[in-house]
T-cell receptor, first 110, second 113 residues
Framework: TQLLEQSPQFLSIQEGENLTVYCNSS?????LQWYRQEPGEGPVLLVTVVTGGEVKKLKRLTFQFGDARKDSSLHITAAQPGDTGLYLC??????????WGAGTKLIIKP | DSGVTQTPKHLITATGQRVTLRCSPRSGDLSVYWYQQSLDQGLQFLIQ???????AKGNILERFSAQQFPDLHSELNLSSLELGDSALYFC????????????FGAGSRLTVL
């Protein structure tokens, strides 16, 4: 069974700080998606990474797919209160089904 | 508005009861997925339908069942409810089957008392 481990599970930091969230597996994924979920809402896709070593930027968010396509990271620069939410990663397995991480709950304090 | 509609938004019921959650996928999407999310937890995949047929099954209890109708809307039936079934239930849709981009609805919050 493929597993996708996210760390940390919970992170509370001050506005303006930088942070990195990790998504790791021993399995290879054909692609990996990052979602953000705000309270009372469904997850919303932030980015999909497909190629090993790929880096994508979305304003202050930088996403990287590991060279071996087994891991990914999300780095937020100068975090803002609006970045608060649950960040979920999901990897596509060989059957193109999504394997979900347990999520990182991020709180940015003003 | 994501385009995926879920009803009801909130539901309170008692143990042993049965409820039905409904989902209308985004226009043009053929695939529907159901997920369960307990408090502050990640998403647990329950089941997927594609164009009316079951395509993949996750950790769905035997007390739970689902179907996708010809008009592509889907229903998740939860029976013999237990306290532990209290959770958010999300529906998501995608254009085709496989690990595509999922568009999620706002969820149905089920509380079992």
């Amino acid at each position: 069974t493929q597993l996708l481990e996210q760390s940390p599970q919970f992170l509370s930091i001050q506005e303006g700080e930088n942070l990195t969230v990790y998504c790791n597996s021993s399995s290879v994924f054909s692609s990996l998606q990052w979602y953000r979920q705000e309270p009372g809402e469904g997850p919303v896709l932030l980015v999909t990474v497909v190629t090993g070593g790929e880096v994508k930027k979305l304003k202050r968010l930088t996403f990287q797919f590991g060279d071996a396509r087994k891991d990914s990271s999300l780095h937020i620069t100068a975090a803002q209160p609006g970045d608060t939410g649950l960040y979920l990663c999901a990897g596509a397995d060989s059957n193109y089904q999504l394997i979900w991480g347990a999520g990182t709950k991020l709180i940015i304090k003003p | 508005d994501s385009g995926v509609t879920q009803t009801p938004k909130h539901l309170i019921t008692a143990t042993g009861q049965r409820v039905t959650l409904r989902c209308s996928p985004r226009s043009g999407d053929l695939s529907v997925y159901w997920y369960q999310q307990s408090l502050d937890q990640g998403l647990q995949f329950l089941i997927q339908y594609y164009n009316g047929e079951e395509r993949a099954k996750g950790n769905i209890l035997e007390r739970f069942s689902a179907q996708q109708f010809p008009d592509l809307h889907s229903e998740l039936n939860l029976s013999s409810l237990e306290l532990g079934d209290s959770a958010l239930y999300f529906c998501a849709s995608s254009a085709i089957t496989g690990a595509n981009v999922l568009t999620f609805g706002a969820g149905s919050r089920l509380t079992v008392l």
